[in-house]
């Protein structure tokens, strides 16, 4: 069961953001949805290179513990939305890549609000320390499996980690310059600005009784 739900998960993630972000018209989960379009394009570009480059290293896998997408009975093969952008090699692990430049993604995406969070209560604050650990602990976990699986070696999944952490801050970067900071604002924070950075008066001169 654990095997069929990791290879359910990276078409289950790109469907599901694509869908809620649709249904409920939410521009970070569309920017997210995006995002995972941009890194899927990235992980084959980075595949592309690195298979020209050592062909023997990046052969496709046919480890089936490797192969990501839903089970079909007719073909007895994986049907995944992920093949659209060709087959994935070894190098870099599609689903690791993917998820690894999630995480990258949105820690950086709240770490852009740190000084919102940090004028905020306590609570704010331990979800970020939280968000962080689970983060780090999910991917250490996921690296473990696929390590164990065969699907990887320890410097070649260390890499696609690197890679897909990499490309989830610089994306997130571009989302937020090009895009406005809304465009990353998962959780609905508000934008504080500080009015003396701005030069503008902190206080305001209420009308006397004789002026509109």
């Known amino acids: 069961m654990f095997d069929t739900l990791l290879a359910y998960m990276p078409d289950s993630i790109i469907l599901g953001t694509g869908i809620f972000g ?3 018209l939410s521009a970070p989960l569309m920017f997210l949805f995006l995002f995972e379009l ?13 298979q020209s480059v050592f062909p023997s290293l990046t052969a496709p896998d046919t ?25 994935s ?20 995406s709240l770490l ?23 983060s780090v602990l999910t991917l250490v976990l996921l690296y473990v499996y696929y390590m164990k699986a065969g699907c990887t070696t320890f410097f ?33 924070l508000p934008t504080l600005v500080s009015k003396a950075e701005k030069g503008s008066p902190l206080y305001v001169c209420a009308p006397t009784a004789g002026q509109q």
């Open 156 to 188: 070649s999944g260390m890499t696609t980690v690197f890679f897909g952490l990499v490309i989830g801050a610089a994306c997130m970067a571009l989302h937020k310059m090009f895009f406005g900071i809304e465009s990353i604002n998962f959780l609905g």
């Open 112 to 134: 852009a609000f740190q000084e919102v969070i940090r004028n905020l209560d306590n609570d704010f604050q331990l979800r970020l320390t939280l968000a962080g650990a689970g």
């Open 63 to 87: 480890n089936m513990k490797c192969k990501e997408g839903y089970y079909s009975n007719a073909t007895r093969d994986r049907v995944s939305l992920l093949k659209l952008f060709g087959e």
């Open 22 to 24: 649709l249904l409920t």
């Open 89 to 108: 090699g070894s190098f870099p692990v599609r689903p690791l890549f993917l998820i690894s430049g999630l995480f990258g993604y949105l820690m950086s």
């Open 38 to 50: 941009e890194a899927l394009f990235a992980q084959r570009l980075i595949a592309g290179g690195a």
